[in-house]
C-alpha cells in the first residue's frame, strides 16, 4: 500500500516535522536576548548598585529577567 498523495496548497508552507522541531528552537532563540545584550544590562545593574552589596552573577540574573519581561511585552493580568 503507497503512502495517500498530498496535495499542495497555496499559501500554506509544509515543513517535515525534523525541520519544524528546528524552526521552533529558533524562533524560541530569536526571542531571547543575546549575551552582550545581557552583560550590558548587567553592567548597568552593577552601576546602579554604586558598591551596595550584590554579585555578578546576581546582576546577570536580574539583567535576563528584566530583557525576557522586555521582549515578552504587557502580560493581560487583571487585579483587583
Known amino acids: ?3 495517500p498523495r ?3 496548497v497555496i499559501g500554506i508552507e509544509v515543513v517535515h516535522p525534523a525541520r519544524a522541531s528546528d524552526r521552533a528552537t529558533s524562533e524560541v532563540e530569536a ?3 543575546s549575551q552582550s545584550e545581557i552583560a ?3 553592567y548597568e545593574i552593577y552601576l546602579k ?3 551596595r552589596p550584590g554579585t555578578p552573577e546576581g546582576d546577570w540574573s536580574q539583567a535576563e ?3 525576557e519581561a522586555e521582549i515578552a511585552g504587557p502580560t493581560d493580568v487583571v487585579t483587583e
Do not use: I
Request: net charge positive.
Open 65 to 67: 529577567r528584566e530583557l
Open 6 to 8: 498530498v496535495r499542495p
Open 1 to 3: 500500500m503507497s503512502a
Open 49 to 51: 548598585r554604586s558598591g
Open 40 to 42: 550590558r544590562r548587567a
Open 31 to 33: 526571542c531571547k536576548p
